[in-house]
């Protein structure tokens, strides 16, 4: 493809898709798309016409039924069916025995890896570097569009402030400014320059909207959210990533404020269509449509179906709604057939803008499949993310790294060989085998040395048994040093994994204070797809590593750290509470009239500080950072000013490494209240020992504006504070004025 020809495509995409204006030389190839869908829709029958609105899911290949209903236009898009050959196969069904030849569109989850499994998205952002966020989604969707995929529903941008819910897993944490920028990362990476191209799927901004506000942290649950809390906190993602040109939405399961988000036209139409100006597709979740009569909105199938229609839901997945329950509603003029056309309108341009009318098979061919998945560059990138996301929340006495004193190791615990695990929740098509676990990449980084290794598993992740721990105990006191790999299987966090305790699970606690009686010194290494509460292990165990499901590199990317090849970099996305009772915990909260002090009637708990065991934002490195030099460019700023400012960050300490330079600010007084502080800016840096950079960053009326009382988006005179650090807590300071008149 010649540079214009690549311009020009993508500038159509993108006009199809997110209705942006392109250059007028432009303008024919795209009114002859819209003109071919248009003669599309003239010639489709009604129920033609709610086939393309149809989605089925596929067990390993498509059953008889399901080919039958292919043949007859009936089907608009194939969920689970992978493999270049299974696409290939049913794709030459649909455009070749179908009367109206209109290609599918292929469909899968693919969240942090399709076979080269990346960390979970939650790792991922914890590593706080977007450029490395979006090479993982890079490879994500150059595998699974070499498999056939066109589509993938990820990413998902959905803010999290309970880790009690199971799905924090598949997004960045807590902050939207953090959400937004990982978002934006990985919408880059899955669609590439041009979503026609054969390495590239559509991405899909997921569930819209506000799932991550489930009262309790209990999937599925009701979200009620004032709609202040709605744009300042849970929305911001979800634009980032249609900034950044994501192709589709998928609609959430839960409701706000009484409406499900799937029936909700203030959401689909008013908000992300007419508000935002989105024109792509949006897809209900699994069958979403059918479950808004369990929500108790709809009294029959036509009904749920009528309302996800006519709030904007274009696609219906996989409760047959749509194709069957509709067509007699339209026929009665329930339905507008003008509704209908809109939504099959926007299907048709979305196959348009991944090229299916011109290459059904989107360039996929078996022996492309076979060269692609798990190419060793895939299992490179794979590794610095999964070094990049472990977090080191603590290291006292400077235990790590294991330097010469540790002549013998002991590896402990039910997580140290487990290769399921280490792929975390929703692997895509990730096979177990691929995986180096935490053991296996320790003994590969000291065999043939002078370090002996030995294993205990301790017992079982879940297990109340405690038989192992005589073995596990015996074991490290041999050791010079004792590594115990706790925490999670990899299906206790995703989708339908809520937990009312978050602590270690079964009696693995038991078996960190049995070893650490031993006297042995102990490194702990979490796999967790949530914050957990360890405040024993906080108080009791010199080194904690945080290292999430980093995917397939598990063992080479813990070893590096372990051992120092790697400095460990990563910040926490997520607060972690003291304990279950502080929920929800994080770092961007209000002040109240009382905030907490040593006066009794204050804002805090009677048996528990208020603060986190881990602040959002916090992660340790084997060197030392000093932070210098704070200056801001003027004293004041107008309401539509940037107010820029620099830093000096110095690597004080003895060994090169990374730090995660942030920037926070507070808006002092406003005609609403405004959290302690809010992330602004971040940089990832690296450096050498005593080698200082001065890093710039800029407050433009986006970072400094709120809503006021009339919900209106505007930056109000006032004072203004700043804080840059390594963490959401400290740093240096530093305020500025935003006034009509600067001096």
Known sequence: MTPMRRCNTLCIVLTLVLGGGVPATLAAQTSATERKITSLLARMTLEEKLGQLNQLSVDNQPTPEQLALIRKGLVGSLFNLTGA?????????????????????????????????????????????????????RVAGREAAAAGLHWTFAPMVDIARDPRWGRIAEGSGEDPYLGSVMAAARVRGFQGADPRGPDAVLATVKHFAAYGGAEGGRDYNSVDLSERTLREVYLPPYQAALKAGAGSVMTSFNEIGGIPSTASPWLMTTLLRREWGFRGLVVSDWTAVAELLNHGVAASRAEAGKLALEAGVDMDMVSRIYVDDLPALVRAGRIRLGVVNEAVRRVLRTKAALGLFDDPYHGTTVERERSV???????????????????????DGSLLPLGPRARSVAVIGPLADDKVAALGSWPGRGDPRDAVTP???????????????????GCGITDTATAGFAGAVAAAKQADVAVLVLGEAGD???????????????????????????????????????PLTIPWAAEHVPAILESWFLGIETGPALAAVLFGEVSPSGKLPATFPRAIGQIPLYYNHKNTGRPSGPDKYTSKYIDLPVTPLFPFGHGLSYTTFGYSDLRLGAPRVTPTGTQRLSVTVTNTGTREGAEVVQLYVHDEVASVTRPVRALAGFRRVSLKPGEARTLDFQLTPKELGLYNQSMKFVVEPGKFRVFVGGSSVGGLEGEFDVSARPR
């Not at 069904?93 to 290609?103: D, K, N």
């Not at 991922?124 to 570097?129: F, G, I, P, R, T």
């Not at 299992?379 to 610095?384: L, S």
């Open 492 to 530: 206790m966090s995703g989708e339908a994994a809520s937990r009312a305790n978050i602590d270690l699970p079964g009696v693995q606690q038991q078996l960190l204070e049995a070893v650490q009686a031993t006297g042995t010194p102990i490194v702990l290494v979490l796999m967790n797809g949530r």
């Open 439 to 457: 053991l296996e990449g320790i003994k590969a980084r000291t065999g043939g040395g002078s370090v002996s290794v030995v294993y205990e598993k």
């Open 373 to 395: 998945l798990l190419a060793p560059e895939h299992r490179q990138v794979a590794r610095r993310v999964a070094e990049e996301s472990i977090v080191l929340l603590k290291n």
């Open 85 to 137: 050959a299974a696409t290939r196969d049913a794709q030459h069904i649909a455009v070749t025995e179908s009367r109206l030849h209109i290609p599918l569109i292929f469909g899968q989850d693919v969240i942090h890896g399709y076979r080269t499994i990346f960390p979970i998205p939650l790792g991922e952002a914890a590593s706080w570097d977007p450029e490395a966020v979006e090479a993982a989604a």
